[in-house]
């Protein structure tokens, strides 16, 4: 059993060494100072031995299937509390059955797992077991701002559907990129001609897996419909249209400022008083996914010249050229956002002169 100290879950003597720690000292009439004091063993005061009373926090184990999000729920039922928040890792894809089957009664957060992994390190934490990490993601959705813990909304089939087949899809290209490069180092005819037909055979896949996503997009009118506006954008094809329509279509990101640090392109100071003072850059503890659809478009719209006063711009104050281009991955995510929010499509007059 844990109890509640704050915004730590503690065993019961860590968490009674920390409580009466914190206590404030009284002073009665006569000058005798009475606190609670620590015999190695008890915590007492005047002699007498004391007990925290503390909130209770617990840790069960529940099976990711239908009837284990069914005993989860009568497990949080039976404590009856009001105003629950649920968080959780984005853990691949074996958070998504537990995240939809709760977001139907409860508050539903799905957390980056760097931002865990960074409040572990904060808390120094030298224990990574599933005990622990739950501890830590329950003390992370406790001290976190209400919005930095967005509400979960259920993706449709289609949605699901999508996401599934990008995911294979980025992987077979990954697959492609080997095979060409074992190609290229083949010094066997024999061994060239084998990973020349696996080559073949994931063109074939790739092929059938583009032809699918194609079909769920044309099935879905919203999907359909945005992923044409967000072609609007020069620089930006079908490909990477395809890409950040999925991500906008299944998040709930209420402004740009959300979307860019969703995908790691907001920028990270590291200045301190006058010994410090480090040049800005992305952060990058976002989806990598996301900057690599970006990353062409950005060098289209660079050569191009797509945002002539952007650009200039910042060539005028002698930025590098890679800078240039994370600057315009970007400006095209928040161009995205707000083609995505307004639902119209791009407007040369407000976007390309800014």
Not at 43 to 54: H, P
Not at 253 to 271: C, D, R, S, V
Request: hydrophobic residues 35%.
């Amino acid at each position: 059993m844990y109890y509640q100290v704050g915004n730590q879950c503690l065993e019961q003597h860590q968490a009674e060494n920390v409580y009466f720690s914190l206590v404030v000292p009284k002073i009665t009439e006569d000058g005798k100072i009475i606190k609670p004091e620590y015999n190695g063993k008890d915590w007492k005061i005047d002699g007498q031995i004391i007990k925290a009373d503390l909130p209770e926090t617990d840790y069960r184990k529940f099976s990711n299937d239908e009837q284990g999000c069914k005993n989860l729920k009568e497990w949080i039922s039976a404590k009856r509390e009001k105003d629950i928040y649920v968080c959780m890792e984005a853990t691949g894809n074996y958070y998504e059955q537990a995240a939809d089957c709760l977001a139907e009664e409860y508050h539903v957060s799905v957390i980056n797992p760097l931002k865990i992994k960074a409040y572990a390190q904060k808390r120094f934490s030298r224990v990574k077991n599933d005990k622990q990490d739950a501890k830590l993601i329950a003390e992370f959705c406790q001290t976190a701002l209400i919005e930095e813990l967005p509400k979960r909304e259920k993706p449709t089939e289609q949605q699901y559907s999508l996401k599934r087949l990008l995911s294979l899809q980025s992987q077979l290209l990954e697959q492609q990129t080997s095979q060409k490069n074992r190609i290229k180092a083949a010094k066997d005819s024999f061994v060239q001609k084998i990973h020349e037909k696996q080559l073949k055979e994931l063109e074939n896949h790739l092929n059938a897996v583009k032809k699918k996503i194609d079909q769920t997009i044309k099935s879905d009118k919203k999907m359909k419909e945005l992923t044409k506006r967000l072609e609007t954008i020069p620089s930006v094809g079908k490909t990477t249209a395809i890409s950040l329509m999925s991500y906008l279509i299944n998040s709930t990101f209420e402004n740009a400022k959300q979307f860019t640090a969703y995908a790691g392109l907001n920028p990270h100071q590291n200045i301190s008083g006058t010994s410090v003072n480090k040049k800005s850059k992305m952060t990058k503890y976002g989806n990598r996914r996301i900057r690599g659809s970006l990353f062409m478009a950005a060098l289209v719209a660079f050569k191009n010249n797509y945002f002539p006063a952007f650009t200039n711009r910042l060539k005028k104050a002698k930025k590098p050229k890679m800078l240039i281009i994370g600057a315009l991955m970007r400006k095209i995510l928040v161009v995205a956002f707000n083609l995505y929010k307004t639902e119209t499509d791009f407007d040369k007059t407000r976007y390309q002169t800014a």
